[in-house]
DNA sequence: CCAATAGTGTCTATCAGACAGTATCGA
DNA sequence: TCGATACTGTCTGATAGACACTATTGG
């Protein structure tokens, strides 16, 4: 590597994506649809650059209030964490950019507010967007986010970050068969959920879904952690 | 944000840091010992700048050949992925330096070579790299990688990549003890390792080991995968 | 009533942990 | 011979998968 001169490096614009995901009949994302070239009409991942005094994790933060328009109190219940990092040489047509890919889970899925570059912004089903033409190279990025999101469901309690604000075990359940696009046993996914310590406390309510049924018992998330051994799913992960 | 506009962005230097891993005795990390400030004599991960035409992961591959040493012949046994990106505002005290880290695991242990920034390179027990001040923010990136090593070696086959270019399966069994800092049962271990697909394939040899001993079966690497269920240590994760 | 959901119980195959016992090397 | 490693076998407790059964809601 060449000497390590602080004015003479190769000058590179960085951006924060974020995919944010939430469950509601399925698995959906939110995305905009761009109003500028390259890729005006399109849709894309919501994100921006990260500023000169924000570090990456404050501007992934900053990114997703601004898109969800969710305030401070309720963007705490949001799980973000950073997925990776995107840098091809030529991923942004324009200019030399690295993105640093975030994943988002909400357990809510407040009406989004386009930013300044975007015409609109809006739910989508994964499905519908993966199929979809997306901008940039946000087809990888959502392809690895939704990965990523599968395989932590395993090995975390984190589904009750998509869950809602609380929740039956119906409703946990229908999380991870929209997560991982398979069905799962209800007395044995029950058996697992409440064995796992930290995953999920009972509220004392009790609710009946819109379908009707019983009224199940409410819970909410609990303290978090990992489960051990895993709750895992059937196909290959990795 | 502000309106995209490609030529009135914030700009950064993008590095790239490579914790480079190997098992001899016990865990070690490759590190230089800066020749300049800041942090001149401090330890300090391997890395550089990524170049205006090279992406970030082949700046990650770059870097790893120039310090490590080895030629392209043998860096296709080092596994090597993305660890994560580090962004704080003033983790360079120069200028606005964003680090995309990686993990790099290497199944042989070559002379390092020093980069021109660093006086030496050499390779260091991992407790010790972490008990000493290291350079930047490298504890974070060190410690982060250690955590992910030890979690990879779980679930998939990599502990291969950690284990020399062909091994015994105490050797194998040797880089978990040595990553995860505990013991485990030999005859168990055995039986795990021979009941996962593409883990490890006999070449035929049996080899005895520096302290005497039965000669044990030979294996090398097999086609990799993950372990379903995985095989699991005592400590909590994550 | 029926459809849909909630909740409990049970059987079984599998597997990880623990550990005993034998075999083969170098010194 | 002894220390160290390699390898095999066995018992047991825990648990995931499969599935049956009952109970409670809305329509």
Redesign the pocket.
């Known amino acids: 590597m060449t000497a390590y001169d602080p004015r003479s490096f190769p000058p590179f614009a960085v951006t924060v994506d974020i995919v944010v995901l939430t469950v509601t009949d399925r698995l959906e994302v939110l995305v905009i649809e761009r109003g500028v070239d390259p890729f005006a009409g399109s849709w894309a991942l919501p994100g921006g650059f990260v500023l000169p005094d924000e570090s990456v994790d404050a501007a992934a933060e900053r990114e997703l209030a601004e898109e969800t328009g969710l305030t401070r109190g309720k963007l705490e219940d949001v799980h973000l964490e950073q997925l990776g990092t995107f840098g091809a040489v030529d991923r942004d047509p324009r200019m030399r950019v690295v993105s640093v890919a975030h994943l988002a889970l909400s357990p809510v899925q407040p009406e989004p507010t386009a930013g300044t570059d975007a015409v609109a912004a809006r739910w989508v089903p994964v499905d519908e967007a993966l199929a979809a033409p997306l901008a940039f190279d946000h087809h990888q990025i959502l392809s690895a986010a939704v990965d990523r999101a599968g395989a932590k469901l395993e090995y975390t309690t984190l589904a009750t970050s998509l869950a809602g604000l609380d929740f ?4 946990l359940q229908h999380v991870y068969e929209s997560v991982w696009g398979q069905p799962l ?4 996914f ?3 959920v409440l ?1 796992t310590q930290g995953f999920v406390v009972p509220t004392g309510e ?1 609710r ?2 819109r ?7 409410v819970y909410c998330p609990g303290a978090g952690g990992v489960m051990d ?1 895993p709750l ?1 799913r059937d196909e290959v992960r990795l």
């Open positions: 039956t075990l119906g409703e046993d209800r007395a044995n029950r058996r697992k064995a009790r009946t879904g379908r009707g049924g019983a009224p199940g018992t051994p895992m």
